[in-house]
Antibody
Framework: QVQLVQSGAEVKRPGASVKVSCKAS????????LYWVRQAPGQGLEWMGAINPSGLITTTAQKFQGRVSMTRDTSTSTVYMELSSLRSEDTAVYYC?????WGQGTLVTVSS | DIQMTQSPSSLSASVGDRVTITCRAS??????LGWFQQKPGKAPKRLIYAASSLQGGVPSRFSGSGSGTEFTLTISSLQPEDFATYYCLQHYTFPYTFGQGTKLEI
């Protein structure tokens, strides 16, 4: 079955960067877009961006442009999302998803 | 960006009730819409794709309808495990956008 397994929780200082990984299994990795969605505490779901099957095309919500980088490693079936210039408002659970399947989420806490 | 307006934001209901949640898109999105259920501390789960197709393993009491700009999620007879927050998501064009969510409470 399809599985998306994300890296563990992170605590970062304001201004730092965080890189979250998402390892896929149970399907042909190069056949599907993968997406990143985040959820701040007590808030709704927020779509961040997408990476295409080849990893050559990424699309990012305007809010995150210039701060987020999405990459994929087809040799390990893993996608990565790096968010830079972190601020307290970036404290959230970050999910990778194929829409029909979701990772377990990665809590990123930004605190001084 | 396409705005998804979801209503109501919260809803009180009882076991056995029929409930309907609505999403309205700011422009036509064909049937490129999904419905997701999220329980506290858990990842979302897709219930409906392509506006009206039931995801495998999802109970048949869930149904979706609509196309263009108006969409509904209906739960025909609420069960205790259905009390959760529900979101719509348009995937017609980037950036994809979620509705604000509907919290379904007892």
């Amino acid at each position: 079955q399809v599985q998306l397994v994300q890296s563990g929780a992170e605590v970062k200082r304001p201004g730092a960067s965080v890189k979250v990984s998402c390892k896929a299994s149970g399907y042909t990795f190069s056949d599907y877009y993968l997406y990143w969605v985040r959820q701040a505490p007590g808030q709704g779901l927020e779509w961040m961006g997408a990476i295409n099957p080849s990893g050559l095309i990424t699309t990012t919500a305007q809010k995150f442009q210039g701060r987020v980088s999405m990459t994929r490693d087809t040799s390990t079936s893993t996608v990565y999302m790096e968010l830079s210039s972190l601020r307290s408002e970036d404290t959230a659970v970050y999910y990778c998803t194929r829409l029909d399947s979701w990772g377990q989420g990665t809590l990123v806490t930004v605190s001084s | 960006d396409i705005q998804m307006t979801q209503s109501p934001s919260s809803l009180s209901a009882s076991v056995g009730d029929r409930v309907t949640i609505t999403c309205r898109a700011s422009q036509g999105i064909r049937s490129d819409l999904g419905w997701f259920q999220q329980k506290p501390g858990k990842a979302p789960k897709r219930l409906i794709y392509a506006a009206s197709s039931l995801q495998g393993g999802v109970p048949s009491r869930f149904s979706g309808s609509g196309s263009g700009t108006e969409f509904t999620l209906t739960i025909s007879s609420l069960q205790p495990e259905d009390f959760a927050t529900y979101y719509c998501l348009q995937h017609y064009t980037f950036p994809y956008t979620f509705g604000q969510g509907t919290k379904l409470e007892i």
